[in-house]
């Protein structure tokens, strides 16, 4: 009945390797597949995790998510869990440009891509025109949310400077925001685009 | 970089989206005799002295009150960083990491439960259960819903807790149970209050015993009503509950030194929880260390997760080590306050110019495991009754509340709103038609309006006897007429179809209308009115109590507000810092810092609920202030030799109105005062709040069905809000966005019950099956404010954050109706109800 990350995993481990198998008719290649031994989760490893730019040594099982890595092993906090369950987007993070679930991404998956957390963006000092936008313009509320949509409309702005609303919306639909500032933060990632386009300023 | 440098640049700037702000004329016609001019002393019935009108800071020409803008920096920037402290992001050195492990049965009693296997198990440090659970705050083998807590476990990694959890061996034995609200009623219900009936029922010296209802209120005589109308209609209609599921994983951490703990916990309070979890632990309540400056959404719903919080702590008394818990979501949805399932009858009569003359109300509720009578007792149960019965000569409503097996009925997303306004406004637009009358007149023709009274017997019956001791209240600052026509306004309600399912073609559009009111509606006192002392000379409990601000200005000539209360994305401090800002003189707010959400920075206050913070904790904020205003003067007059009335104060400087050399500053008279000077204000909430200063709301909305296939859409909706003088509208636009979705969303999903074991499991896998709106989902919205002007407070300002909020989901019901023809009177809407209707050719469920 209950649902958790080892079974997740031994389902995937036990299903031949569906990675490697998949094509179109991958659910197929997983069936027919010889069992393989599952991987004993004590198994542990050392690996060097590139994050924002900086490599971090870190100790992980096979099941160990990439967000436990980050934010409880590294304590790189900024990345919230919020579901752990891969469906509302607040934990997420880049992987080589590409938004991912850190929930639900093994760290092992993550060792030698490029990671890209909230941390990323602009601290303090120096906040990124998206923070101080979305600042300015309430994106934010309880802010639980926050440094997941940023990290995934950053991964948007870094391949297109100029998004329309659909183009927003679309790379965010898979981020819950239960204060439900969706249209702040629609403005916000537009103007973001504007600001980093040079046409506007703050 | 700019490739355009010609073109001028777009300046970023905040501004409203979608908000139209009305302003009311500062003089209207209040039941106290007219218009109002600063300082007025304000009246009611038995004249005698209630308070001054705006509390002497009048809404005139006003710098930083009212003005659109962003959130205190040093609260909201940290969001933006992935810095704000939730608990959940508290990660320490040695840390151990819990897990739950709860009853999968709706009721049943542990026969056996051994830890042996996960004691021994890899990295495990403690498991707590029954059988080792603190004296001072046990755990029981009884479990009386599923996802009651059964055990704890402790150890180094989550996953390696949630090993142990599966580990942990228990028996059930599982007992008949009641989950829904059919089964608890049910004459052949389980026991489950040891012989006394499921239905929860008053002392008989309540005045609102009854023998077979949990509270009975009523007025005039309904039987001789009834039989005065001209048309008598009967109505019943169901409503299936909602959950409100935060966002940040309800939780907490425990950390001691010795004999002092530090607990970051998540809710809506410092103090009152400090307070709690003192008590379970058998410590006292100086040893704990509260911290709760950030939660990622509570909803008031999130308040009953602390549950968990004296375990946790326990767990890291014994093993000595920091323990940090964050609940799955489906754990969590087990403990927090959910919206109860409720089934509601009226009989309504009317005359045949629509005025309704008797009505009987009558409703039934699953309570969950509690025996509390919260949703059907005090103020807030005669809310909507209130609405639109205060003209109606004859009314009977009465309520009941079962115990059930059944998540805990409570505050999620506003108190008694959504789930209780879901019959009213159904009900109130059905009786329209009966009488032939538009849904808006038929309501313009049964609210309250300025100077409507309401009689004695009402009066006590709201809980406010003070106010009321000898005479009736009116309602003065109450703009029911004008969230009714402005809406009206605003969404095009001339062009709506006038005939239910009249327009042709497939897609069909229609528009509706619902009402609410705050629900609270009551205002505090602050310290120095004369009522003030009358509440606080007794007890005062159950979450509401003693608010306490404290307002400091340093040698740097900033001013810094300390107020406990925990951030939710209330954003409240904000609203509480412009206010102080204007009270001081400034122009802009940039000279107040907010100290909040820690025991040991900020003084005792209370739990903000019900929309009501900026008449509570504001009320302390404001009388602290007002203090420091008139030291400041006195200080100034003292130094400079002027007289007070001669001195005025704008950005920092007092200085002599006639002549400006003699001239100090908050800065110097700091200094001058060993560096700092600090007032101190209380506010007080209790059932005794103020009379009658609840705001009024209405929702406006306008869908699209699909004939063929049962779907329909959200197009537009039109939200208006008697705000009273909107202290942000930048942050209430963005509340108000939320608040209109999520209550959206509470049209169209009930509490999400197992598919394959309905009534006695939900879900369990979160937001998956409980479909949270998406960036996808929003419809389009206007915020419209009426700054109806309470004349009763400070600039004549209102809590309004929960007034329109109950209003959604009937005016959604009446939409579809509007525009398709079928009733819903079950809720929740889906497609397949409105299919059933279309094929039955109209109205129905
Ligand atoms: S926490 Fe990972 S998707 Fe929700
Ligand atoms: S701001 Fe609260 S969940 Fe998005």
Do not use: K, T, V
């Given at each position: 009945m209950r649902y958790s990350r080892r079974d997740f995993l031994k389902a995937t481990a036990g299903s031949g390797l569906i990675a490697l198998t998949t094509g179109s008719d991958g659910v197929v290649a997983a069936f027919a597949a010889p069992p393989v031994p599952i991987p004993t989760p004590m198994t542990k490893e050392t690996a060097t995790f590139n994050i924002n730019g900086r490599n971090y040594q870190a100790e992980y099982e096979a099941r160990t998510t990439l967000w436990e890595v980050i934010a409880v092993k590294l304590g790189l906090t900024g990345t919230n869990r919020s579901c752990n369950r891969a469906s509302c987007g607040a934990c997420s993070v880049l992987l080589d440009g590409t938004p991912f679930y850190s929930c639900h991404t093994l760290a092992m998956e993550a060792v030698g891509k490029k990671i890209f957390t909230v941390e990323g963006l602009g601290d303090e000092k120096n906040l990124h025109p998206m923070q101080k936008i979305g600042y300015l313009y309430m994106a934010a509320d309880c802010g639980f949310c926050t440094p997941g949509w940023e990290v995934t409309a950053k991964g948007l702005l870094d391949k297109n400077l100029n998004p329309s609303v659909d183009e927003v919306k679309s790379a965010l639909?898979?981020?819950?925001c239960r204060c439900a500032a969706y249209s702040a933060i629609i403005r916000t990632v537009i103007d973001t685009g504007k600001v980093l386009r040079g046409e506007a300023e703050l | 970089m700019s490739q355009n440098p010609q073109k001028p640049k777009i300046k970023i700037e905040p501004k409203l989206e979608s908000t139209v702000v009305i302003r009311q004329p500062m003089v209207r016609n209040f039941s106290t005799g007219g218009g109002h001019l600063p300082g007025d002393v304000l009246t009611e019935g038995d004249q005698k002295v209630v308070t001054k009108k705006w509390q002497g800071y009048p809404p005139e020409n006003l710098k930083v009150v009212g003005k659109p803008m962003p959130p205190m920096p040093e609260v909201a920037i940290p969001r933006f960083l992935g810095k704000a402290e939730y608990a959940t992001r508290v990660v320490l050195p040695n840390m151990l990491h819990a897990k739950a492990v709860t009853n999968p049965h709706p009721r049943a009693t542990i026969k056996s439960l051994d830890t042996s296997k996960a004691e021994k198990m890899p990295g495990v440090a403690y498991v707590l259960t029954y059988k080792n659970a603190p004296s001072t705050y046990p755990l029981t083998r009884e479990l009386n819903f599923q996802g009651d807590l059964v055990a704890l476990v402790a150890a180094d990694t989550e996953d390696l807790a949630e090993d142990a959890a599966d580990a942990i061996e228990v028996e059930y034995d599982t007992l008949p149970a009641a989950s829904t609200l059919k089964d608890a009623m049910s004459s052949d219900a389980p026991d489950l209050r040891q012989g006394k009936g499921n239905l929860v029922i008053l002392s008989?010296?309540?005045?609102?015993?009854?023998p077979k209802a949990t509270w009975v209120a009523k007025h005039g005589d309904v039987e001789k009503g009834f039989a005065e109308a001209d048309i008598i209609k009967e109505f019943t209609y169901y409503f299936a509950g909602a959950v409100s599921v935060p966002m940040q994983p309800c939780g907490s951490v425990a950390k001691w030194d010795g004999d002092k703990l530090t607990f970051w916990g998540m809710g809506q309070s410092i103090y009152p929880s400090r307070a709690s979890l003192a008590k379970a632990l058998g410590i006292e309540e100086s040893k704990i260390r509260f911290i709760d400056k950030y939660n990622g959404c509570t909803f008031g719903a999130a308040n009953a997760a602390a549950r968990f919080d004296p375990y946790i702590a326990t767990i890291a008394k014994v093993t000595g080590r920091p323990v940090k818990l964050m609940l799955p979501k489906d754990q969590e949805l087990a403990h927090i306050t959910i919206k109860p399932e409720n089934l509601t009858k009226f009989k309504v009569g009317a005359k045949k110019d629509g005025r309704i003359v008797a009505l009987t109300h009558e409703i039934h509720i699953s309570n969950g495991d509690q025996e509390a009578v919260g949703h059907a007792s005090g103020e807030i149960s005669k809310n909507q009754t209130e609405l639109y019965t205060s003209k109606v000569p004859n009314w009977k409503s009465s309520w009941h509340s079962y115990k059930s097996n059944a998540i805990k009925a409570g505050i999620c997303r506003s108190y008694t709103q959504q789930e209780v306004k879901w019959s009213w406004e159904n009900m109130i637009d059905e009786m329209a038609e009966a009488v032939g009358m538009d849904p808006i007149q038929f309501r313009l023709l049964h609210v309250p309006r300025p100077g409507t009274t309401l009689t004695k017997d009402w009066h006590e019956d709201l809980g406010k006897k003070y106010e009321a001791e000898n005479g009736v209240v009116h309602y003065d600052s109450f703009a029911s007429v004008e969230v009714l026509e402005e809406g009206a306004k605003a969404i095009g309600w001339d062009k709506r179809n006038p005939v239910p399912g009249g327009n042709p073609g497939r897609f069909k559009r229609g528009m509706g209308v619902g009402m609410s009111q705050h629900h609270p509606g009551h205002m505090g006192y602050h310290d120095g009115e004369v009522y003030f002392e009358k509440v606080t000379a007794q007890p005062i409990g159950g979450g509401q109590g003693l608010f306490t601000a404290e307002i400091e200005i340093g040698a740097d000539g900033y001013v810094t507000m300390r107020n406990a209360l925990p951030d939710s994305g209330t954003n409240h401090d904000t609203a509480l810092a412009a206010l102080v800002a204007e009270m001081l003189g400034f122009t802009t707010r940039d000279r107040i810092r907010v100290v909040w959400g820690d025991s040991d920075l900020a003084p005792s206050s209370g739990t903000w609920i019900a929309g009501k913070t900026i008449t509570l904790q504001g009320a302390a904020v404001c009388s602290a202030t007002n203090k420091l205003r008139q030291d400041l003067l006195r200080r100034a007059a003292d130094a400079l030799k002027v007289d007070v009335a001669k001195l005025q104060m704008r950005d920092g400087v007092i200085s002599s109105t006639e002549d400006p050399k003699k001239r100090t500053t908050f800065a110097e008279l700091a200094k001058a005062n060993k560096g700092s000077i600090r007032q101190t204000g209380m506010g007080v909430n209790k059932d005794q709040g103020r009379a009658l200063t609840k705001g009024v709301g209405a929702c406006f909305v306008e869908v699209e069905v699909d004939t063929w296939t049962g779907n329909w859409r959200f197009l537009r909706g039109v939200y208006c809000h008697d705000t009273g003088l909107a202290v942000n509208p930048l942050v209430a636009e963005a509340d108000m966005h939320g608040s209109l979705v999520e209550s959206f969303q509470m049209a169209t999903d009930?509490?999400?019950?197992?598919?394959?074991f309905p009534g006695t499991r939900h879900y369990s896998v979160g937001y998956l099956s409980y479909r949270i709106p998406t960036i996808m989902d929003v419809p389009e919205q206007t915020q419209v404010f009426i700054?109806?002007?309470?004349?009763?407070w400070f600039f004549g300002t209102k809590s309004f954050s929960e007034t329109s909020i109950g209003s959604v989901p009937g005016a959604i019901s009446n939409a579809i109706y509007n525009a398709c023809g079928v009733r819903i009177r079950e809720h929740p809407i889906t497609r397949e109800k409105i299919i059933a209707g279309l094929r039955r050719g109209g109205t129905g469920r």
């Open positions: 639909a898979g981020h819950i | 008989p010296n309540n005045p609102h015993y009854d009930s509490i999400p019950w197992d598919r394959e700054d109806s002007l309470e004349p009763r």
